[in-house]
């Protein structure tokens, strides 16, 4: 040992492997020294803490008996939870007007009519024809009915049916000017 100019002597310089150890022996000890110290019950459950009230974290491994969160979950399940959870209700119903429009309304009004938009709660159809629109306004409330049965009450309350739209002549590569076919739609 060396003298230090406190008088204290000072073990011997270390180099290489002792040096190595002597860091490594103090960053375990300074660990073993911050490491909190776990509680055991005196029941000897394993389910609670000592003072009896925070439960203990369970295990990884064999779930047990009966259900538990890490058992297998559903697709279906998992997926309408996350759907609750972030709020998309709404626009997952929205979806399904248009998606499943021959389901909701069936096929043989699907066969003849589209869903054009969905806006604050008002459906836009597009009718094949001028009669198919004049029926689809008298089927109206039976068709607000089955779409409220189908994905749901107050996600269309009013519907907009119009006839299939006539062409634009006002653009094109050849435009005339003036008011443009006269005897066409006569």
Known sequence: MRPNVEGVEL???STGPQLARAVLDAAKARREANRPRRR????????SGADGGQPRRRLRGYSGPGPDPRDPQLFGD???????????????AEATVFGAWERVVG???AKHSR????????????AESTAWATQLRLLAASL????????????????HIHGPAA???SRGPRRVRGRGPRDTYG
Do not use: C, F, Y
């Open 40 to 47: 055991t019950s005196g029941s000897g459950d394993g389910e």
């Open 78 to 92: 998992v997926l309408a939870r996350l759907m609750k959870a972030r709020g998309w209700q709404q626009p997952a």
């Open 107 to 109: 096929p043989d009004i």
């Open 115 to 126: 869903p054009v938009k969905l806006e604050n709660g008002e459906l836009t159809v597009e």
């Open 11 to 13: 073990p011997p310089p």
């Open 167 to 169: 062409p634009s002549w």
């Open 144 to 159: 607000l009915r089955r779409i409220a049965a189908e994905v749901g009450h107050n996600v269309v309350r009013k519907l």
